[in-house]
């Protein structure tokens, strides 16, 4: 017999996600970081605003494509794809070709608050069941961590931006109320501010 | 024998390879095609060049927009029916205002046998123009050198999406894509 989904149980996550994401990007370096749509690029403008900050406002799903598409593109650079678990899932096919294409300059954070938060916190996919470290094991990325203590930010700051990859990262982040902080929006402007860092166009 | 393979024209992929590495393209994101067999091949055979072999279409339209972030020209090789998984995600590389240049071998149309595939086929062009993707169809061979240059120059140049829809009519001439 089918069992019934999951309820949505009152997460009991701790992390807090601003501060975590800021206490990551301390560790950086010269790391280019490519976000999903919602929470993560206000989460990352909120961390501090770099040229080298490619943010996203769309494209649910194309997060760590997008950041597979640069990791390729710039070998010599460290790549992460900062991400929510919704976005996660519905791109969650892109794993297999990040294991098949095995960039070593690749890590993956999914911020995952088993929500979608944005939207008025509708219960996600990840909260009871679905193991996205699991998954991404599955699919062939074999350096996976599960981040559920802040105490934990130095070893995973570690992993995603000195580690061979590819790598994917999960980060239990709680629900919380947090202030707007909303980058550029103009795609081509975010663009052209990234290749002009990356000294592929002209200030 | 070898006369005659060697009287043998050249196949449409020879004239789009060439076109692609004239343009310095040097990734290709597919979920590949029966018509588009030969010019995989040769994109996989080239040392200068990768093939990206992806598990939806849509994934292309991220890794094209990565890849032209990070400086290096892509494209998407695809069937038409995959065309319909890429409509939202198309949106994606058009906010960039960076170039999606697509090569899509047809179905569904020019005397298409599988019925499963008539929907999509038939609105391939219209969805595609619908999210400001221009097209360029292919209805015979000898027009495909010149119509993908165009293509390919356009979304490169003007960082622009468009689409090379190559007829079943050209897939079929050659005897690929059909059963």
């Known amino acids: 017999m089918s069992k019934a989904p ?4 009152p997460t009991s996550n701790k992390l807090q996600r601003r501060p ?10 010269s790391g280019l970081v490519v976000t999903g749509l919602g929470s993560p690029t206000w989460d990352l403008f909120a961390a501090g605003d770099r040229p080298d900050n490619l943010y ?67 219960r996600g996919l990840t909260g009871s069941r679905v193991d996205l470290c699991a998954v991404a094991r599955g699919f062939g990325i074999r350096e996976t961590m599960l981040v559920t203590e802040a105490s934990q930010s130095s070893e995973l700051a570690d992993l995603l931006f000195k580690a061979p990859g590819p790598i994917l990262a999960v980060a239990k982040i709680a629900l919380s109320e947090d202030p707007w902080r909303l980058p550029e929006k103009d795609g081509a402007a975010i663009g052209r501010r990234f290749k002009i860092s990356l000294g592929l166009e002209k200030p | 024998m070898a006369a005659k393979a060697a009287a043998t024209p050249a196949h449409w992929s020879d004239d789009v390879f060439r ?16 018509g588009l067999t030969q010019l995989l091949k040769k994109v996989e055979a080239d040392r200068e060049m990768r093939l990206v072999t992806l598990s939806t279409e849509e994934e292309g339209m991220g890794v094209v927009v990565g890849q032209w972030a990070g ?12 065309v319909g998984n890429c409509i939202n995600a198309l949106g994606f590389p058009a906010a960039y205002r960076a170039p999606c240049l697509m090569l899509v071998t047809m179905r569904g149309q020019w005397g298409e046998f599988n019925p499963w595939q008539i929907q999509m086929g038939s ?32 979304a490169f140049n003007s960082s622009i999406s468009a689409a090379v829809l190559v007829s079943q009519r050209v897939i079929g001439a050659k005897g690929f894509g059909q059963k």
């Open chain 1, 6 to 9: 999951a309820k949505s149980a």
């Open chain 1, 20 to 29: 975590f994401v800021a206490e990551l990007m301390k560790h950086r370096g």
């Open chain 1, 56 to 122: 996203s406002w769309g494209g649910m799903g194309l997060a760590v494509p997008t950041a597979l598409g640069l990791a390729m593109a710039q070998p010599g650079r460290r790549v992460l794809a900062l991400t929510g678990d919704g976005e996660m899932m519905m791109g969650i096919g892109s794993l297999g070709v990040v294991a098949d294409q095995a960039p070593a300059n690749l890590a993956i954070l999914v911020l995952d608050n088993e929500t979608f938060s944005e939207t008025g916190r509708q």
């Open chain 2, 19 to 34: 076109e692609m590495k004239a343009r310095d393209i040097k990734t290709v994101c597919t979920i590949p095609d029966g």
């Open chain 2, 71 to 82: 400086g290096v020209r892509a494209m998407v090789a695809m069937q038409s029916s995959g």
């Open chain 2, 123 to 154: 609105a391939v062009r219209p969805a595609l123009e619908a999210v400001g993707v221009r097209c360029f169809p292919v209805e015979k061979p000898d027009e495909i050198a010149e119509t993908f240059a165009a293509a390919a120059d356009m």
